[in-house]
């Protein structure tokens, strides 16, 4: 890496999203092309960038940098190119000349303090030399509070989201509670304030420090599914991260509760330790889910002549299990079927679905993903939404508000959703924080129907929602267990049986759609998954390449999603003068590569186009999971535009390219809801806490025709085997009694 250093000169192109800039940079070695995120940075400005020289086969060598220092013009010639930029509103070179002559060196200090003076310079009235003062100041807050946060190391673009968040308090925040940024400030953990309070001279047992690093353990918690933390692991943690003893960590949680930041729930003999809005949720769900639970009286010989009809009219027959369902969902205002593969949950949605049709109600499919939602519409034969898009997700600013998991919806309390009967399905993937989103939106008397698989890995934010409420057997559910006749003929359905029974998987290699390869070296398994997903199940399949996922447990390693998808891509979408291309981050995105979205995104905008007319149809909103084709690459801006499954075309600008990567593979988890034709997971070894019969089994049945395995075969038995599971922290099961019992 080199450091450069000249006078920021015409600016080509900035993207105002994000800050990219494209712009001429005057050295002492003549005129280079510097191009990276410095939007703070104004033409006229003496800077440094650090980076390298490449070379753009477009736009030929460039300087791209990857921090770019802004200095203060101090001298007479470097004030004088910043005023003659234009960036000070009023002023054009010659005027700039006028003003640098009269007052030297001297004129910013007269431009911010006397601006009355500048009327001194012939052209300058008493007004335009207020309005020129004006624009100067406007523009010398940023500039000194850029400056300012540089020194602390802080990037353009953070500095920019600090500056908006505090204005001129951003020097008190900074320098007397720098903390204060991991709790305002989306994209500021703790670690990240704790090297600028180092920075800054904060004293290291600073009660700041240790309140943000307690905030702190909390939130990465979340992110492990868990809603709150035992006292006792959240004060060890936070002693461990923030090296402080246990007695100095657990110092400020009496304060965070006082402010309202934690709540202390007693539960038994454990203190369990929540942020705030978490609580809330739990006890919220809880709450509501009481108001739904209505019983209602039902003509037990008349619905079975319903069913019978519905029966014959389908040419189906329910078996015992699932026509218990069909009567405990029609008795019984909320209501959970769960079930593994080929036991028919889907048959007794259709069932459910006619019935209430039949009935004359108004019927609401949904999913958490948009992959979920269109294999319940196939099923079903019917529309299935998303949750966000059945709720009509704000595309507002995400605000504060957005880091404690709330969300703004169309559909809420005030504007509840009129449908009758609400059938959702995949609940395993439901978090708490969406949860809450739908109940919300459900008035009392609305039948609220939860569909799922328990042994499914649980939802990737933070709750164990399904979970929960069964374990508090409070609300009517059923289970099924029969296997069906068509579904026997899988070898992926009785896998996956065997593994919750705890028998062993059938691993000949005699079936037809489950095939394990046993390999112990990383580079025949790495070839093997390439030869795999190009050559030999598209075929066998009937399918794309593109189509054939590859699922692994993690994300680092030889056979983590990041090596996996570089290995990949080069595989499936190998580079070509034809293909534009972008770097990013670790990744490089080329036309044509297979895309996921890694975080919801509620703001960003979609068209599609209405099949059969010129129409097009538009919103907001890109969620977690959701996957797409990189269709067309704007090297000149680094933006994209992504077609995804569903129709749906989005823009991404430079800011917005952090949400995407490549989905050649993608982890287990990622996965849940999810159906591909082939699925090819490689498993050679992991940590036990990882590597468990549930993360298996969520892999397996993620697969329609076809699933290999290619690994070590020890490691699968070891993961067979292994029931236990990372431990998460929640509290809905115990506030659904706990709000029973008091009610």
């Known amino acids: 890496m080199i450091t450069v250093k000249g006078y920021l000169g015409r600016i080509r192109y900035r993207n105002p999203d994000n800050g990219y800039t494209v712009?001429?940079?005057?050295?002492?070695?003549?005129?280079?092309?510097?191009?990276?995120?410095?939007?703070?940075?104004?033409?006229?400005?003496?800077?440094?960038?650090?980076?390298?020289?490449?070379?753009?086969?477009?736009?030929?060598?460039?300087?791209?940098?990857?921090?770019?220092?802004?200095?203060?013009?101090?001298?007479?010639?470097?004030?004088?190119?910043?005023?003659?930029?234009?960036?000070?509103?009023?002023?054009?070179?010659a005027l700039a000349e006028r003003i640098v002559k009269k007052f030297?060196?001297?004129?910013?200090?007269?431009?911010?303090?006397?601006?009355?003076?500048?009327?001194?310079?012939?052209?300058?009235?008493?007004?335009?030399?207020?309005?020129?003062?004006?624009?100067?100041?406007?523009?010398?807050?940023?500039?000194?509070?850029?400056?300012?946060?540089?020194?602390?190391?802080?990037?353009?673009?953070?500095?920019?989201?600090?500056?908006?968040?505090?204005?001129?308090?951003?020097?008190?925040?900074?320098?007397?509670?720098?903390?204060?940024?991991?709790?305002?400030?989306?994209?500021?953990?703790?670690?990240?304030?704790?090297?600028?309070?180092?920075?800054?001279?904060?004293?290291?047992?600073?009660?700041?420090?240790?309140?943000?690093?307690?905030?702190?353990?909390?939130?990465?918690?979340?992110?492990?599914?868990?809603?709150?933390?035992?006292?006792?692991?959240?004060i060890r943690e936070t002693a461990e991260i923030a090296g402080l003893s246990p007695e100095e960590a657990g110092a400020e949680i009496p304060g965070l509760r006082e402010d309202r930041?934690?709540?202390?729930?007693?539960?038994g003999e454990e203190k369990r330790v929540y942020l705030s809005g978490y609580y809330q949720m739990e006890k919220q769900c809880a709450l509501l889910l009481k108001e739904l639970d209505i019983r209602y009286d039902t003509d037990r010989e008349a619905l079975t002549g319903d069913i019978r009809t519905i029966e014959e009219r389908n040419s189906i027959e329910l078996d015992p299990e699932q026509r218990e369902a069909v009567f405990s969902a029609v008795e019984n205002g909320l209501f959970l079927m769960t079930g593994g593969p080929g036991t028919g949950k889907t048959t007794t949605i259709k069932v459910l679905l006619d019935y209430f049709l039949s009935k004359g109600m108004d019927v609401s499919l949904t999913a958490p993903t948009g992959?979920?939602?269109?294999?319940?519409?196939?099923?079903?034969?019917?529309?299935?939404?998303?949750?966000?898009?059945l709720l009509e997700v704000s595309g507002g600013p995400q605000g504060t508000d957005n880091d404690m998991g709330f969300r703004g919806f169309g559909r809420n309390r005030d504007n509840p959703l009129e449908t009758d009967v609400v059938i959702v399905d995949e609940m395993s993937m439901v978090d708490i924080s969406l949860f809450r989103a739908l109940l919300l939106a459900l008035e009392a008397g609305t039948r609220l129907i939860m569909v799922g698989d328990e042994n499914q890995l649980p939802s990737v934010g933070p709750g164990c929602v399904l979970k929960d409420i069964l374990f508090a057997k409070r609300y009517r559910s059923i289970r099924l267990s029969r296997i069906f006749r068509q579904a026997e003929e899988s070898d992926i359905v009785m896998n996956a049986h065997a593994l919750l029974k705890g028998t062993k998987m059938k691993l000949d290699n005699k079936s037809r759609d489950f095939f394990f390869l046993d390999r112990s070296d990383l580079r025949e398994i790495t070839e093997g998954v390439i030869y795999l997903v190009t050559r030999k199940l598209p075929p066998y399949v009937g399918t794309d390449p593109r189509e054939i996922q590859?699922?692994?447990?993690?994300?680092?390693?030889?056979?983590?999603?990041?090596?996996?998808?570089?290995?990949?891509?080069?595989?499936?979408?190998?580079?070509?003068?034809?293909?534009?291309?972008?770097?990013?981050?670790?990744?490089?995105?080329?036309?044509?590569?297979?895309?996921?979205?890694?975080?919801?995104?509620?703001?960003?905008?979609?068209?599609?186009?209405?099949?059969?007319?010129?129409?097009?149809?538009?919103?907001?909103?890109?969620?977690?999971?959701?996957?797409?084709?990189?269709?067309?690459?704007?090297?000149?801006?680094?933006?994209?535009?992504?077609?995804?499954?569903?129709?749906?075309?989005?823009?991404?600008?430079?800011?917005?390219?952090?949400?995407?990567?490549?989905?050649?593979?993608?982890?287990?988890?990622?996965?849940?809801?999810?159906?591909?034709?082939?699925?090819?997971m490689p498993i050679l070894s992991g940590p036990d806490i990882l590597m468990s019969r549930n993360l298996l089994y969520t892999g397996i049945t993620r697969a329609k025709k076809c699933v290999v395995i290619i690994g070590s075969g020890k490691m699968v038995e070891r993961m067979a085997a292994n029931t236990h599971e990372q431990e998460r922290y929640t509290g809905l099961d115990l506030e659904i009694l706990r709000y029973d019992e008091n009610n």
């Open 261 to 267: 930041k934690i709540e202390i729930k007693l539960r």
């Open 371 to 389: 992959r979920a939602s269109r294999r319940l519409s196939e099923a079903a034969g019917m529309e299935a939404r998303t949750i966000h898009r």
């Open 23 to 93: 712009a001429n940079l005057s050295t002492d070695e003549g005129d280079i092309t510097l191009v990276g995120l410095f939007g703070m940075a104004e033409e006229g400005d003496p800077v440094s960038a650090e980076g390298d020289f490449i070379y753009h086969r477009e736009y030929g060598e460039q300087f791209e940098a990857v921090n770019v220092i802004i200095h203060e013009p101090g001298t007479k010639e470097e004030i004088l190119r910043y005023l003659s930029s234009g960036v000070v509103k009023g002023i054009g070179p």
């Open 550 to 680: 590859v699922l692994t447990p993690m994300r680092k390693g030889p056979l983590g999603v990041e090596n996996l998808n570089n290995v990949l891509q080069n595989a499936i979408n190998p580079p070509n003068p034809g293909k534009d291309e972008i770097n990013r981050g670790e990744y490089v995105f080329r036309t044509g590569d297979r895309v996921m979205q890694n975080r919801n995104n509620y703001q960003i905008s979609w068209f599609s186009e209405i099949r059969g007319s010129s129409l097009r149809k538009s919103g907001t909103g890109v969620f977690n999971g959701d996957m797409g084709v990189i269709e067309t690459i704007y090297p000149g801006d680094r933006s994209l535009d992504v077609r995804f499954e569903d129709g749906r075309r989005v823009h991404y600008s430079g800011k917005d390219l952090n949400d995407l990567e490549l989905s050649y593979a993608i982890t287990i988890h990622k996965s849940q809801g999810s159906e591909y034709p082939a699925v090819v």
């Open 104 to 234: 030297g060196s001297g004129t910013f200090d007269i431009m911010s303090r006397e601006p009355e003076r500048l009327a001194e310079v012939k052209g300058i009235s008493i007004k335009k030399a207020w309005d020129i003062s004006a624009s100067f100041e406007e523009k010398a807050g940023l500039r000194r509070a850029v400056m300012f946060l540089q020194k602390y190391g802080i990037s353009n673009n953070l500095s920019l989201k600090i500056y908006d968040r505090y204005k001129e308090a951003v020097y008190e925040v900074v320098e007397e509670n720098p903390y204060r940024l991991s709790e305002d400030i989306a994209g500021v953990g703790f670690k990240t304030a704790d090297e600028i309070a180092e920075r800054v001279g904060i004293e290291r047992h600073s009660p700041y420090r240790k309140r943000a690093a307690l905030l702190y353990v909390l939130t990465l918690a979340l992110g492990e599914g868990s809603t709150y933390l035992p006292e006792e692991l959240l």
